[in-house]
């Protein structure tokens, strides 16, 4: 684990901030537990992040539930409670507000990192901020970045109408309204039942003829009702041609071209790691899956002193990594001191 970070020319009238022991990029619950661990062992790490804390959940549908436990979201050791079975986005958010105010982290949020440089004392972490661009030097820099922040997009005209979204808000809105989900997984189904249920005249279109396996056991036999009663209408093994102010074109499985009626666009298509921020650092990832090689025992990159820390790691195949798997990963990098 040798290799040095790309040395980009230094930036124009940058700010130096004090420097850090560590450096701890992303305020979700990984990069928070990460910083827990640093706390743990003497050190004060400064967490940065382009957002909000815990920014990837502010951005999940209001009211939305977890699909999973609240004890295997708990970190450092502080008890996760709340009104159900499954917690929901409002008591996460309260959680990790309250993980972060009662550990005494240190969090600069809406603070962006555009790249890292390897000097002779360490690394130079380049930010961005609200009032400009900063340099914060660090002994070790750890990447807990997720990949909520970059959506795979379509490739397809009209992708980016200011009426076609990567994300789900809220179904309220979307009352009355024709409304087309791009996408066959967990998030599309939930949110097409979501907006059914909210009055909305849904359309849910899915490039494979099937729904996949993966489907959780609860959703499956929901949205399978629904399409089968024409509640909801249903387009699988048809590609996205283009999308317009009002309809979206479709070319079915049989080559038939057909538009869909919708005011609104949600394409839930998936999320991805930041590849370009990786690639502009100088961290070593397979071509193949782009999962980032990383040393297994300390979690260090090919980078010097850059570690990384839950889904950022796991290159395509973000499934892999959650919050339940990924919130160790700061036992890793700091349990050696």
């Known amino acids: 684990m040798s290799q040095t970070a790309a040395h980009p020319s230094s930036p124009t ?10 450096l701890i990029v992303g305020a979700g619950p990984i990069g928070i537990a990460c910083a827990i661990s640093a706390k743990r062992r003497g050190l004060d790490p400064l967490v940065i992040d382009a957002g909000a804390v815990a920014d990837a959940i502010v951005r999940y549908p209001v009211g939305m539930g977890f699909f999973t436990t609240p004890e295997l979201l708990e970190i ?37 990192l555009d790249t890292i440089r390897q ?20 002994e070790r820099i750890v990447l807990a970045t997720g990949y909520y922040d970059n959506p795979n997009m379509l490739g397809v005209p009209g992708e980016t109408r200011p009426h076609v979204s990567h994300f789900f808000d809220e179904a ?36 494979k003829t099937e729904l996949p396996p993966s489907v959780k056991y609860w959703l499956r036999p929901d949205i399978e009702n629904r399409i089968k009663a024409g509640e909801i209408a249903a387009r699988l093994g048809a590609e996205v041609v283009r999308i317009d102010p009002d309809h979206v074109v479709i070319r079915r499985h049989d080559g ?46 090919s980078v010097r002193g850059v570690y990384v820390a839950g889904s950022v790691m796991a290159g395509y195949r973000t499934g892999d990594i959650f919050i339940e798997n990924g919130r160790f990963d700061g036992e890793k990098i700091f349990g050696r001191g």
């Open 13 to 22: 009238r940058a700010m130096t901030l004090p420097p850090e022991r560590a």
């Open 76 to 112: 450092g050791g502080h008890p996760f409670t709340c009104g159900g079975p499954k917690p929901t986005r409002e008591e996460a958010l309260k959680y990790f507000r309250g993980v972060v105010r009662t550990e005494g982290i240190r969090v600069a949020p809406y603070t962006r």
């Open 119 to 138: 000097t002779p004392a360490g690394l130079d972490a380049i930010v961005t901020r609200r009032d400009g661009t900063a340099v914060i030097s660090a």
């Open 172 to 207: 309220h809105r979307s009352y009355g309204l024709d409304v087309v989900v791009i996408g066959g997984k967990n998030s599309s189904i939930e949110a097409a039942l979501e907006l059914f249920r909210a009055g909305a005249h849904v359309t849910l279109l899915y490039r």
């Open 256 to 301: 038939v071209e057909e538009r869909i009626s919708a005011v609104r666009v949600y394409a839930l298509t998936g999320y991805h790691p930041d590849f370009a921020l990786f690639d502009r650092i100088g961290i070593d990832s397979d071509p193949a899956t782009r999962r980032l090689i990383v040393d297994p025992e300390t979690q260090e990159t």
